[in-house]
């Protein structure tokens, strides 16, 4: 079984920074693409950051410039670095690999952080 967990997520201030974290364990051969979404009340799931496993990387357009997606292959992790964070962004991040179980991929997700951004 796969578990991919996040943590890191807060209530912060608008111009603040947090960083995002997800590890992924259980039993699997290999991680794909590792990806960060959210979800604000009232709106659709949002896709936020992807990375491959050899480091290309995209991001939303709403986030370019603020947030910086990255990956440790060794330790299963990807990380999500929020700068200059605005009330916009608040929601609930949600890590997503796609894993390699028993030579098949397959999508597996967090259970989702908070992110609140207000005064």
């Known amino acids: 079984q796969v578990q991919l967990v996040e943590s890191g997520g807060d209530l912060v201030q608008p111009g603040g920074s947090l960083r995002l974290s997800c590890a992924a364990s259980?039993?699997?051969?290999?991680?794909?693409?590792m990806r960060w979404y959210r979800q604000a009340p009232g709106k659709e799931r949002q896709l936020v950051a992807t990375?491959?496993?050899?480091?290309?990387?995209t991001y939303a357009d709403s986030v370019k410039g603020r947030f910086t997606i990255s990956r440790n292959n060794t330790k299963n992790t990807v990380s999500l670095q929020m700068n200059s964070l605005k009330p916009e962004d608040t929601a609930v991040y949600y890590c997503?690999?796609?894993?390699?179980?028993?030579?098949?991929?397959?999508?597996?997700w967090g259970q989702g952080t908070q992110v609140t951004v207000s005064s």
């Open positions: 997503a690999a796609d894993v390699l179980v028993s030579g098949r991929l397959a999508e597996y």
């Open positions: 990375i491959s496993r050899n480091m290309i990387i």
């Open positions: 259980g039993s699997f051969s290999g991680i794909s693409i």
